[in-house]
C-alpha cells in the first residue's frame, strides 16, 4: 500500500512527484485526491507533493491548485486545510526529455528531504503522454532515483501502457531496465468504473 487509510497514524514518508501536473489528468483527478486525502488525515505527517510539468510557469502552481481543488474536489474544501496543503507542496517546470530536469528534481528531494527532517520514500506518478514513460524511468535512473535508490523509489504509470502487445513488450522493456519489477505499479482507473466492474462480473 502506498498510503495506509487509517487517520491519525504516520506512516512512511512520502514525497508525491507528479509528473504531468500541469495537465487535464491532474487538475481533475489527482491534485483534488491528494487534497481529499490529506483533509481526512490519510497522508503521512511528513509528506511532501512535488509537480513537474513542461508548460505552467513555477510561480503559479499554487493559485492553480486553488482552483483545480475547489472545482473537483469530491468533498466541500476547508480553505484552510488547502493552505496547509499547499505549504507542503512545490513545482518544477522544465522539459522531460532535457537532464538537466532530472538533476534539479535530484536536488529539490534532497532538499526537501532535509526540510521534512529525514529521508521520505519517493513516488514518481507519470501523469504524462505515453511517449515520455520510457525517457522519464531512464532519466530518473540516470540520476539515481530508480532501481537501487535509497530511500526507495516506486514508479507508478497512468494507462495506456503501450497500444498494443509488442509496443507493452517494448515499454515493459524499458521501464524494468530502470526500475525493479515490484517498484512499477501500472495504472488502469476504468477497472474501477461501474459499467467494467459490471463487464468482469
Not at 513555477?58 to 496543503?85: N, Y
Not at 509496443?167 to 467494467?196: Q, W
Request: net charge neutral.
Amino acid at each position: 500500500m502506498l498510503f495506509r487509510s487509517v487517520a491519525g497514524v504516520d506512516v512512511q514518508p512520502a514525497t508525491f512527484v507528479l509528473f504531468g501536473a500541469s495537465g487535464d489528468l491532474a487538475a481533475k483527478k489527482l491534485l483534488p485526491a491528494v487534497y481529499n486525502l490529506f483533509a481526512e488525515g490519510r497522508l503521512p505527517q511528513r509528506f511532501r507533493l512535488l509537480g513537474i510539468g513542461s508548460s505552467m510557469p513555477e510561480h503559479t502552481f499554487h493559485d492553480h491548485m486553488r482552483a483545480v481543488v475547489s472545482a473537483h474536489s469530491r468533498t466541500a474544501v476547508d480553505p484552510e486545510r488547502l493552505e496547509q496543503l499547499l505549504q507542503r507542496c512545490d513545482y518544477i517546470q522544465g522539459d522531460f526529455t532535457k537532464h538537466a530536469l532530472f538533476a534539479k528534481l535530484r536536488t529539490s528531494l534532497e532538499e526537501g528531504d532535509r526540510a521534512l527532517g529525514g529521508p521520505t520514500r519517493r513516488l514518481f506518478y507519470l501523469a504524462v503522454a505515453p511517449r515520455f514513460f520510457g525517457p522519464i524511468a531512464q532519466s530518473l535512473h540516470e540520476v539515481g532515483l530508480a532501481r537501487g535508490a535509497d530511500p526507495e523509489s516506486v514508479l507508478m504509470i497512468e494507462k495506456p501502457f503501450g497500444h498494443n502487445l509488442q509496443s507493452a513488450i517494448d515499454l515493459n522493456r524499458e521501464v524494468t531496465a530502470a526500475f525493479d519489477e515490484r517498484d512499477i505499479l501500472r495504472l488502469d482507473h476504468y477497472l474501477g468504473k461501474e459499467t467494467v466492474q459490471n463487464l468482469l462480473v
